[in-house]
């Protein structure tokens, strides 16, 4: 019944945006906005390889990040305990812990390496709004989108307002919070900084970080069915294959980066962990 009471509401609004594009005063405002923003001068064009290889590792992380996030939130009995060697008074974390607090330093370094190259090369411009007429546009590919009317894509010059707003709220306030809300909930905090802590407490991290993890997994689901659903192989050929053309390409090479990511949502279990973490700490019950 939940499902199909879903489905009734998606079908009215549907209409309801679909009669709304009909009305003058909404046209007059689709044609004012046509749902994008020109990029500022000198902006690049296409996407580079370099970018491409950041997805990748970005997806591959966020994936075993949020799959070792609700292990650690859900499980009742770790499979086993991880304690590091070094320090006074070591504390012991479960090895579940240990895999999500190490992937999240990876992921923090491939933040870091992107931010930097988005800086240098001029790729900040089609992610960070440059005037305040995305709003508008965003509304107005919004409605697009709802009446089931899209946008024109053409991600490899320019993405729509919409898209503009998306990939900045991730990558500059949830990917930050994300972190911030991480790092105090975790043993490398200072226990010391009293002020710190009564400023930031450790029950604001937690309310903030759940509902950060179920941002990000509500973004991967919009984003990749609407990679899919707005000619998939050109988008795949965007990000995957470097290139503006229409071919399997970018499609293969995205098929290969889900057998890899698939391999380590697999491996991500204490026979194969282990080993890897006793490297670095004392692994036990």
């Known amino acids: 019944m939940a499902a199909a009471g ?50 990748f590792f970005n997806v591959f992380l966020m994936v075993l990040i949020i799959r070792s996030g609700w292990q650690v939130r859900t499980q009742r009995r770790p499979p086993a305990s991880w304690t590091p060697n070094r320090g006074r008074n070591p504390k012991k974390i479960s090895i579940t812990l240990w895999l999500h607090q190490s992937l999240d330093i990876l992921w923090l370094v491939n933040g870091v390496v992107f931010a930097v190259l988005l800086a240098v090369t001029g790729q900040w411009m089609r992610v960070i709004p440059t005037s305040w007429e995305v709003f508008p546009n965003a509304l107005s590919a919004a409605l697009q989108y709802v009446s089931l009317d899209w946008p024109t894509e053409n991600g490899w010059v320019n993405y729509n307002s919409l898209q503009v707003l998306a990939y900045f709220v991730t990558i500059f306030i949830a990917a930050p919070l994300a972190a911030v809300t991480g790092y105090r909930m975790s043993a490398m905090w200072p226990a010391k900084a009293k002020r710190l802590s009564t400023a930031f407490p450790i029950e604001a991290a937690r309310a903030l970080h759940f509902p950060v993890m179920l941002y990000f997994v509500g973004f991967i689901i919009v984003h990749v069915a609407l990679v899919l659903s707005t000619g998939a192989l050109r988008n795949l050929n965007h990000m995957y294959g470097g290139q503006d053309a229409v071919n399997w390409f970018g499609f293969w090479m995205f098929f290969a980066s889900l057998l890899v990511i698939a391999g380590g949502w697999f491996a991500a279990r204490p026979l194969v962990l282990a080993p890897i973490a006793s490297l670095f700490g004392k692994v036990g019950r």
């Open 6 to 55: 879903l489905l009734v509401l998606l079908a009215v609004v549907v209409l309801l945006a679909r009669w709304l594009v009909t009305t003058e005063p909404v046209q007059g405002f689709l044609t004012r906005y046509p749902g994008e923003t020109e990029l500022p001068h000198g902006a690049p064009v296409g996407l580079p390889a370099w970018l491409g290889w950041q997805h």
